[in-house]
C-alpha cells in the first residue's frame, strides 16, 4: 500500500510518545516498559496494562508485535489484528469507520477484515508509525495490501497530544473519488474534518 506519511507531514513528531499512554478511564499500550535487549525482548510475552482489561494493542518496547508478518515492504509490515489489536478497541474502531462511512454512504466494516500496518520512520527512536487498516471484505483487502489500489480505503491512525490519545480516520472510495480525513477524539467525538495532526499544529 503507498505510504501514508505523504498525507501527515509533521507526525513523525508526535508518535514517539506514543509508548505507554493510557486513555483516561480505558487502558493503554500493551507494554510501557522501557526499552530492553533483543536476548529480553525475545523472551518477553505480552503484558496487559491493568490487570482484566485487555489493551488496545498487542506489543513490545519496541513496538513490535508478538507474530510475524503476513506481509512486508520496505517501509510497510502488515499483521493481521487477531493477537495484535484489542478485540473491544478492534469493535470500537470499526463502529467509528462505519459512523464515519455513513455520511458518504460508503460500504461498512466488521472489523473482523483488518490488518496492523507498520509504517518504518527513519528519525527519532526510529519506532514504527502504528495504524490499523480495515477493509469491508477479503477482495478489497487483498486489493490494498497485495495490489497496492485500495477501492474502498478505511486507515486510522494514532497522534498524541499532552499525553492524550487522538485518532485520525482516513476513508476513500476509489470508485466514486471521495476521500475523507476525520480527527476523533478518544470518547469517538468528531474534532475536525482533517488530520488531528494540521487540526491541532495547523495547516
Known amino acids: 500500500m503507498i505510504s501514508f506519511l505523504r498525507f501527515f507531514?509533521?507526525?513523525l513528531l508526535?508518535?514517539?510518545l506514543l509508548t505507554g499512554l493510557a486513555l483516561p478511564g480505558s487502558l493503554a499500550w500493551a507494554s510501557s516498559e522501557p526499552a530492553k535487549s533483543d536476548s529480553q525482548t525475545k523472551e518477553s510475552k505480552p503484558q496487559k496494562t491493568f490487570e482484566g482489561i485487555e489493551p488496545l494493542f498487542?506489543?513490545?518496547s519496541k513496538r513490535r508485535p508478538f507474530i510475524e508478518p503476513f506481509h512486508k515492504t520496505d517501509s510497510d509490515e502488515y499483521f493481521i489484528c487477531r493477537g495484535t489489536v484489542g478485540e473491544w478497541y478492534r469493535q470500537l474502531l470499526a463502529q467509528d469507520f462505519?459512523?464515519?462511512a455513513?455520511?458518504?454512504g460508503m460500504p461498512p466494516v466488521?472489523?473482523?477484515t483488518c490488518a496492523l500496518h507498520l509504517i518504518a520512520t527513519h528519525s527519532g527512536k526510529k519506532l514504527?508509525?502504528?495504524?490499523v487498516e480495515m477493509f469491508p471484505g477479503a477482495d478489497d483487502m487483498r486489493s490494498c495490501v497485495l495490489a497496492e489500489t485500495c477501492p474502498q480505503l478505511r486507515t486510522v491512525m494514532l497522534y498524541v497530544k499532552d499525553r492524550t490519545l487522538y485518532r485520525t480516520f482516513i476513508l476513500g472510495d476509489a470508485k466514486r473519488r471521495v476521500k475523507r480525513q476525520?480527527?476523533?477524539d478518544n470518547q469517538s467525538k468528531i474534532l475536525a474534518e482533517k488530520s488531528c495532526w494540521r487540526h491541532f499544529e495547523g495547516d
Open 14 to 16: 508526535s508518535v514517539s
Open 9 to 11: 507531514p509533521g507526525l
Open 128 to 131: 514504527p508509525i502504528v495504524a
Open 98 to 100: 462505519n459512523k464515519l
Open 102 to 104: 455513513e455520511r458518504d
Open 182 to 184: 476525520y480527527c476523533l
Open 110 to 112: 466488521s472489523g473482523s
Open 58 to 60: 498487542y506489543l513490545d
